[in-house]
C-alpha cells in the first residue's frame, strides 16, 4: 500500500496481512482466529499477559496505539524449555492437568524466578509512535 491508498487496500492493513501474495498463510483455506484475523487486547493499569507460546510458534505483531509505555517480558526461543522446565517446577500440578499449559495465557512467574533459574529474559519497553 502507498501513501494516501485507503486502508482497507493497504498491506499495513491487519485484515490483509496474512491473506498477502508474499505470507505462507495465504495458503490456508480458512480463516485461524488470532493468526489471519487479528485480535485486539485492551490493557489498562495492572493489566497483564502471561507467559505463553504463540499460535504454531508465529511470530506476533503489537501496536501500542495510546497510553503508558507497556512493558515487555520475552525469553529467546533457545530458552524456551529452560523457560518451559522452570515453570513446570513452579507449578507441577497444573502442567499435569494441562501438559499443554505453554500454549494457553494462564500461567505467570515472576521474571526474576526465570532469571534465579538460568533463563536468559528480556525487557522491553514499548511506547505510543511519536507524532
Known amino acids: 500500500g502507498g501513501v494516501g491508498q485507503p486502508l482497507s487496500s493497504s498491506d499495513w492493513n491487519l485484515n490483509r496481512i496474512a491473506v498477502l501474495e508474499e505470507s505462507p498463510l495465504h495458503l490456508l483455506n480458512k480463516s485461524v482466529p488470532g493468526v489471519t484475523v487479528p485480535w485486539v487486547y485492551c490493557g ?3 493489566s497483564s499477559f502471561c507467559w ?4 504454531n510458534y508465529l511470530p506476533s505483531i503489537n501496536y501500542l496505539h495510546k497510553g ?3 512493558v515487555w517480558y520475552a525469553a529467546p526461543a533457545q530458552h524456551a524449555k529452560a523457560l518451559e522446565r522452570t515453570m513446570k517446577a513452579h507449578m ?4 499435569q ?3 499443554d499449559l505453554m500454549q494457553k495465557l494462564v ?4 521474571p526474576s524466578t526465570l532469571i534465579a533459574a ?3 529474559v528480556c ?7 511519536c507524532s
Not at 507441577?92 to 502442567?95: I, R, V
Open 44 to 46: 489498562m493499569l495492572f
Open 68 to 70: 503508558a509505555p507497556k
Open 123 to 129: 525487557r522491553a519497553v514499548q511506547r505510543e509512535p
Open 92 to 95: 507441577p500440578l497444573l502442567f
Open 118 to 120: 538460568g533463563v536468559n
Open 107 to 110: 500461567t505467570m512467574l515472576d
Open 52 to 55: 505463553h507460546t504463540e499460535d
Open 97 to 99: 492437568m494441562e501438559p
